[in-house]
């Protein structure tokens, strides 16, 4: 159910023949939820109660010139929701408090699903054997370079790992499976704050082991790529030129 109101008073609700674009009271229900009944009760305070399965759903709303009654009468008994924004952050009620939402986000790298060859895991030593075995029996022609690239690709499917990960949560080890497999079994917060030290530890490691293991002897490149990931460092945006090409050749036509 949704409901949306904006009234300044009851008078404006109650008017017949009255409509404005603004200012009104809607409530839409699902037309696929069996069993439901609608009941409006207006008393200077505003509440529609919706029946859903034995459940009671009741939305409130009042004008901020309204005063609170000590009690939200009728009360409904167990079970019964109460929803609403209540206005109470308005400057009449003197309450300014807005809501604050915290949680812990875990980041996730979305993968392309393009299987991608694993050179860090390639057993280079049979790859090289069984192509030298095989590539003897093609003759060296033009003809059979298709027969030359079928038998490398199918060489190295057999000696290097292909495949894509559909998810990939950075520092994410069979540690960190067992205890998420713990917490949605017995949901402990200490089995999280396992998770995440475990998860923060992982990373601490690899990025010793990155900064450990740069090299600038033979190429500097891969080093200053490391260091501006590690830094979080924004990547230079190029400008496009405000000069487009047809106004040079223009010019130059002019001119010549």
């Given at each position: 159910m949704l409901q949306e109101t904006h009234a300044a008073d009851s008078t404006q609700l109650i008017q017949d023949n009255w409509c404005h674009h603004a200012l009104?009271?809607?409530?839409?229900?699902?037309?696929?939820?069996?069993?439901?009944?609608?009941?409006?009760?207006t008393n200077s305070i505003h509440k529609k109660v919706i029946f859903v399965g034995g459940i009671k759903i009741i939305t409130v709303y009042k004008s901020p010139t309204i005063t609170w009654d000590n009690e939200l009468s009728p009360t409904w008994?167990?079970?019964?929701?109460?929803?609403?924004?209540?206005n109470t952050i308005t400057i009449t009620t003197g309450d300014t408090h807005t809501m604050t939402t915290q949680e812990i986000r875990i980041p996730i790298i979305k993968s392309i699903p393009k299987p991608r060859w694993n050179f860090m895991k390639a057993k280079w030593d049979n790859f090289k054997t069984d192509l030298d075995k095989s590539i003897r029996f093609i003759p060296t022609v033009t003809s059979n370079h298709s027969l030359f690239v079928g038998l490398v690709i199918s060489t190295a499917k057999k000696h290097i790992p292909r495949g894509f990960c559909k998810e990939y949560i950075p520092g994410w080890s069979e540690t960190c499976e067992k205890l998420y497999d713990d917490f949605l079994v017995s949901g402990e917060t200490e089995v999280v704050d396992d998770l995440l030290n475990n998860l923060d530890a992982a990373r601490l490691s690899n990025w010793k082991e990155t900064t450990e293991n740069m090299?600038?002897?033979h190429s500097s490149r891969k080093?200053?790529?490391?260091?501006?990931?590690?830094?979080?460092?924004?990547?230079?945006k190029?400008?496009?030129?405000?000069?487009?090409?047809?106004?040079?050749?223009?010019?130059?036509?002019?001119?010549?």
């Open positions: 009104g009271t809607a409530t839409y229900a699902r037309s696929d939820i069996e069993n439901a009944l609608l009941i409006s009760i008994s167990h079970a019964a929701i109460y929803c609403g924004d209540f090299n600038f002897t080093a200053w790529s490391v260091l501006r990931k590690l830094a979080g460092a924004n990547q230079c190029q400008e496009n030129p405000q000069v487009k090409p047809e106004a040079i050749a223009g010019h130059m036509v002019r001119t010549s």
